[in-house]
């Protein structure tokens, strides 16, 4: 069974920083893709930052040029650096991986960590 955990969620003020982190355990044998999410109160869930396969990297709009996605393929584990935050910012976060285990390939999702900036 695969299972996604993140940590590093918090309250920050505007203009702080935070990290997020969320790591893969379980059986499976390749990640192919990690992209963080996040959702505000009564809003959808939106895209906000991926690492693909081959390492190149994507970001909305909302985020570009303040946040940086990594990854660490030895701990099956990506990271959002998340630098100059605004109140507008104030979401849950949730990671996803398109994961491979030796039966199936599909989309994992963790339970989500909140993430609060007070202006």
């Known amino acids: 069974q695969v299972r996604l955990v993140e940590s590093g969620g918090g309250l920050v003020q505007a203009g702080g920083s935070l990290r997020l982190s969320c790591a893969a355990s379980?059986?499976?044998?390749?990640?192919?893709?990690m992209d963080w999410y996040r959702q505000a109160p009564g809003d959808k869930r939106e895209f906000v930052a991926r690492?693909?396969?081959?390492?190149?990297?994507d970001y909305a709009d909302a985020v570009l040029g303040r946040f940086t996605i990594s990854r660490d393929l030895a701990e099956n584990r990506v990271n959002l650096q998340m630098d100059g935050l605004k109140p507008e910012d104030t979401a849950v976060y949730y990671c996803?991986?398109?994961?491979?285990?030796?039966?199936?390939?599909?989309?994992?999702w963790g339970q989500g960590t909140q993430v609060t900036v007070s202006s």
């Open positions: 379980g059986d499976f044998f390749n990640i192919n893709r």
């Open positions: 690492i693909a396969a081959d390492g190149s990297t």
């Open positions: 996803t991986m398109d994961i491979t285990t030796f039966t199936h390939r599909r989309d994992y």
